[in-house]
């Protein structure tokens, strides 16, 4: 039932290729999800269930290496990082996190968390081609991000991606769902994936492997080239995301 496939983080560490993300999620769906088979969670400090993610995690009673946990550097905290993982493991009751992220850039600070052993690995989020690329241009970069994350891999809730009757009409060809399509599309491009659900049996379904054929994949490329859309776009007074730089 559970996909079992991961990928090598510039780390050497593994990245399940499927996880759960947690935003608005309660107590019991995490738990429900590292009970079941799900080993990949994804929280954020902003989030602000750090500590129930913390708890289901705990009573699990699963090894704490056997779980990959990400969190995220909330931007209050740009020029006290430390400061950031130190608030982050309380609230989860843990010794440290799989996976750092930025939510948005202070990437200075960042680096030397690693040294640390707070944090296994350091990511950003939300980042385009153009800015990640600057990032790895600046002269104060001396890691490489191990992860540059995709969020909302079923479109959020702000356009009606899984009613586009192309992915309609694939989910039927495979008697899938339209989620799992786009999860299984994404996945075989090469990116760790973390549809949210609150619900246990859509949690199971998102989780259920199969492969998609090359052509229908390249279909699915070029439906979301020509349909982009920046689900996050906070008005900070400077245009960081230009319009052609999704």
């Not at 699963?62 to 609230?91: C, M």
Request: some cysteine; hydrophobic content about 40%.
């Amino acid at each position: 039932m559970a996909t079992g496939r991961y990928f090598t983080l510039n780390t050497g560490a593994h990245i399940p290729a499927l996880g759960l993300g947690t935003w608005r999620s309660p107590t019991k769906e995490v738990y429900a999800a590292v009970t079941t088979a799900l080993k990949h969670i994804d929280t954020a400090l902003i989030y602000g269930n750090e500590t129930p993610v913390g708890q289901a995690i705990r009573n699990s009673q699963i090894a704490r290496e056997q779980i990959f946990l990400t969190t995220k550097l909330w931007n209050t905290y740009h020029t006290k990082v430390p400061k950031g993982i130190e608030d982050s493991l309380k609230h989860l009751g843990l010794d440290y996190v799989d996976l750092y992220l930025m939510h948005w850039p202070t990437w200075a600070e960042m680096q030397k968390l690693v040294d640390t052993g707070l944090v296994k690995a350091i990511g950003v989020s939300n980042f385009s081609t153009k800015n990640l690329q600057r990032l790895l241009d600046a002269e104060s970069t001396k890691i490489v991000p191990a992860a540059n994350q995709a969020y909302s891999p079923l479109g959020s809730n702000t356009g009606p991606l899984q009613e586009e009757p192309a992915i309609k009409d694939m989910a039927a060809k495979y008697n899938k769902t339209a989620a799992q399509v786009l999860i299984s599309w994404a996945i075989q491009r090469g990116t760790s994936v973390i549809p949210k659900s609150v619900t246990p049996s859509r949690i199971e379904q998102n989780f259920e492997d199969f492969t998609l054929e090359d052509g229908d994949i390249e279909a699915l490329n070029r439906l979301c080239q020509k349909n982009t859309v920046r689900i996050v776009d906070p008005q900070w007074g400077v245009n960081v995301f230009n319009s052609d730089d999704n």
